[in-house]
């Protein structure tokens, strides 16, 4: 499933409520009245190029994992079709980190011969009295499950910027390395 070229298909997966939409918003430009570059591709499918280390990337962001009309087939497919992975949770919400755990096993068995690029992102960092899951936690996590870690808070836009540059910076680094 790969997108050929500099255009990456990267899919948000997540228990519901922990930020995935927030994240695609701020990747969409929705708060962001000058650079109006993103291609909204359908309601949750947004495309827009960025420059990372002097290099364009095009990312094409799926925000389909709660997408319950569409029913279960939906989450078979999206752990089909990503070139890389955003596994997000809440820090103030330490069931949505064990979901993480189960996610990140479950997408390793969907594409067990595949090295995917995954970032896992402890999102709403903003929200420091309410934090359940430590960084220190989140981070031996990612050791763990052999992945990169961020904190985000999609409310005040504190890394989100950063997610985006570091997951094409992880597809590269595979890339780069074949
Ligand atoms: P999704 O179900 O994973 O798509 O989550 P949403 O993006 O719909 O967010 C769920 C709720 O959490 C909404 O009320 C958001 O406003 C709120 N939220 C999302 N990200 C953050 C964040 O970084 N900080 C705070 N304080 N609230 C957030
Ligand atoms: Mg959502």
Not at 92 to 99: I, N, P, Q, Y
Request: some cysteine.
């Amino acid at each position: 499933s790969e997108s050929g070229g500099n255009c990456y298909r990267v899919v948000l997966i997540g228990e519901q409520g922990v930020g995935k939409s927030s994240l695609a918003n701020i990747f969409a430009g929705v708060h962001d009245s000058i650079d109006s570059d993103c291609e909204v591709l359908g309601e949750d499918t947004y495309e827009r190029t960025l420059m990372v280390d002097g290099e364009s990337a095009t990312i094409i962001l799926l925000d389909m994992w709660d997408n319950k009309r569409e029913g279960e087939w939906i989450r078979d497919h999206c752990m089909q079709v990503g070139d890389a992975y955003l596994i997000v949770y809440s820090i103030t919400d330490r069931a949505s980190f064990e979901k993480a755990s189960e996610l990140r096993i479950q997408l390793r068995r969907a594409r067990q011969k595949e090295d995917i690029p995954i970032i896992l992102v402890g999102n709403k960092s903003d929200l420091v009295r309410c934090r359940e899951v430590s960084v220190a936690e989140g981070r031996a996590c990612a050791v763990v499950f052999d992945c990169k870690f961020i904190e985000t808070s999609a409310a005040v836009q504190h890394n989100v910027k950063e997610l985006f540059e570091g997951i094409v910076r992880q597809v590269r680094l595979r890339r780069d390395s074949k």
